[in-house]
Each structure stands twice: as C-alpha cells, then as structure tokens.
C-alpha cells in the first residue's frame, strides 16, 4: 500500500525541519493518541546530517476491539530510524512496528518544501503487510488498523509541531 499524504504548518521551513528533527519528544503532549516519544539514539557524526531512533509510545486506547485479539496494547509502539539531510530538507525514514515487526514493513521520505504561508510536509512511503495463511481472512482488518494508524499521525504530527511551535513563539 502506497502511503501519499500532504501536510502544512505556518512556519518557516528551517523551523519545521529542525523542530521535527529535534523537538519530536516535546510533540508528544500534543497528540492525545501518543503516550510518549523517547529519543533512543541520535547519531550527529556526519555535518549536516543526523540519525535518530525515536521510540512511539501510542496510548492505550489506539487498539480498537476489533483488533485486540491481535495486538497487545503494550506493544503499540513503533520505532521511527530516520535519516535527516539537511541540504535536501529531507527525511528518510523506516518504522519498526512494535507488534509483528516481522510482519508489517513501513519505509518512506518526508521532504520540506517553503510556500508563501509556512512550509508543505510531502509523506511518502510504501507499507507492506507479510501474513501467515492463517491471518489472510484478517488481512483487509490488520492492514485498515496500521494504515488508520500510520496515515492519520502523520497529520497529528504536523499539527503538533504548529501546536509546538506556536507555543515557542509565544514564550
């Protein structure tokens, strides 16, 4: 399944491209379907790039019923590895799924582009579900659950980061 999605936030690209980079566990507070971002490392070795695993806690009450016989709530958390490149206003990224990380494979690039009100977040990425016989029948349900998941944060997260950085402003 391809994963295409377009946000905006009214600031400066410098600004949302660095405060999505290093201010994503402050997002956290924002976004009532996250319990926690943890940074779990961050490798600033090479000039004008940065590698970061954030760990995404998702709360409690992210597991519908019709999937609860399939996931473990404390096991929806998902690992963000991502490739900052400063030069590009780009991100490239893959997530680890906390709950069949064997089964479901998530990779993309966010890319920063400057427009007359803020900056334009371009999402795109690829999601790949990998089920033993026994879940097909399942599939079209598992594969709604992650995509509802996966898709819709990408919105909260932009919203988070204006949220953010209209709170940074302010101070």
């Known amino acids: 399944m391809d994963i295409d999605v377009v946000t905006t936030v009214p600031f400066p690209r410098p600004a949302a491209f660095a405060g999505m980079r290093d201010k994503t566990p402050d997002l956290a507070r924002y976004m009532p379907n996250i319990e926690s971002v943890v940074v779990e490392s961050r490798?600033?070795?090479?000039?004008?790039?940065?590698r970061l695993v954030n760990r995404w806690q998702a709360a409690r009450s992210e597991v519908p019923a019709v999937a609860r016989k399939f996931v473990d709530p404390a096991r929806m958390f998902w690992l963000d590895h991502a490739h900052w490149i400063d030069g590009q206003w780009r991100c490239d990224w893959r997530l680890e799924m906390g709950f069949m990380p064997d089964r479901i494979?998530?990779?993309?690039?966010?890319?920063f582009f400057e427009t007359p009100t803020g900056t334009e977040m371009r999402i795109k990425g690829t999601l790949t579900l990998v089920l033993p016989l026994m879940l097909k029948?399942?599939?079209?349900?598992?594969e709604g659950f992650v995509m509802n998941t996966i898709k819709p944060n990408f919105q909260r997260t932009a919203d988070a980061l204006a949220e953010y950085l209209r709170a940074q402003k302010a101070e």
């Open 105 to 111: 494979k998530c990779s993309g690039s966010t890319t």
């Open 43 to 50: 490798d600033d070795s090479t000039p004008g790039e940065a």
């Open 137 to 142: 029948p399942a599939q079209p349900t598992i």
